[in-house]
T-cell receptor, first 114, second 114 residues
């Protein structure tokens, strides 16, 4: 069985500051990891995914995440926050790459302060 | 434009009533999914379908039913047996069900109990 823990249900940053959203996972096999973003009253959109190629993954809107096996982490970062980044972010893991086995974290609400 | 359409956006259910949420996709995807989202929680899989006329229970199928008579459509019925139906419901689809799947989401339906 796999699980995902997102530390911090709410994160606030100032516009232009570094964004760091934390995700730790557990998986009995090499995992496939994803970050999704959800804007208010909308569905989720894929930001980026790790599929065992490069450990540093670049996504859309300037986000990136680094897979660290020793720390079982897949934290999401962005060097400079923009007001439009305010949303809820979900980390997800699947052991096989199959969507039907995806486990989502509980989400982190990002607030960007002017 | 290709995508997933969910309707209605808001739905109200009376006690003892069954209600049906619509999900249509024009992406030509084989796999479709229904998720339930509660505040402060991640997404939980209700049902999924990998092919027409076939569907499988997810983690929280009790009180729900689905059908998949057409590739494009995957309606979800919330039955009177579901005692706590108030939630945000998301439909999703994917092209390749087994490999590094990217999920495409609809905009969701908010279901509330009167």
């Amino acid at each position: 069985a796999q699980s995902v823990t997102q530390l911090g249900s709410h994160v606030s940053v100032s516009e232009g500051a570094l964004v760091l959203l934390r995700c730790n996972y557990s998986s009995s096999v090499p995992p496939y990891l994803f970050w999704y973003v959800q804007y208010p009253n909308q569905g989720l959109q894929l930001l980026l995914k790790y599929t065992s190629a490069a450990t540093l993954v670049k996504g859309i809107n300037g986000f990136e995440a680094e897979f660290k096996k020793s720390e079982t982490s897949f934290h999401l970062t962005k060097p400079s926050a923009h007001m439009s980044d305010a949303a809820e972010y979900f980390c997800a893991v699947t052991p096989s790459g199959s969507a039907r086995q995806l486990t989502f974290g509980s989400g982190t609400q990002l607030t960007v302060l002017p | 434009d290709g995508g997933i359409t969910q309707s209605p956006k808001y739905l109200f259910r009376k006690e003892g009533q069954n209600v049906t949420l619509s999900c249509e996709q024009n992406l030509n995807h084989d796999a479709m999914y229904w998720y339930r989202q509660d505040p402060g929680q991640g997404l939980r899989l209700i049902y999924y379908s990998q092919i027409v006329n076939d569907f499988q229970k997810g983690d929280i199928a009790e009180g729900y039913s689905v059908s998949r008579e057409k590739k494009e459509s995957f309606p979800l019925t919330v039955t009177s047996a579901q005692k706590n139906p108030t939630a945000f419901y998301l439909c999703a689809s994917s092209l390749d069900r087994d490999h590094n799947e990217k999920l495409f989401f609809g905009s969701g339906t908010q279901l509330s109990v009167l």
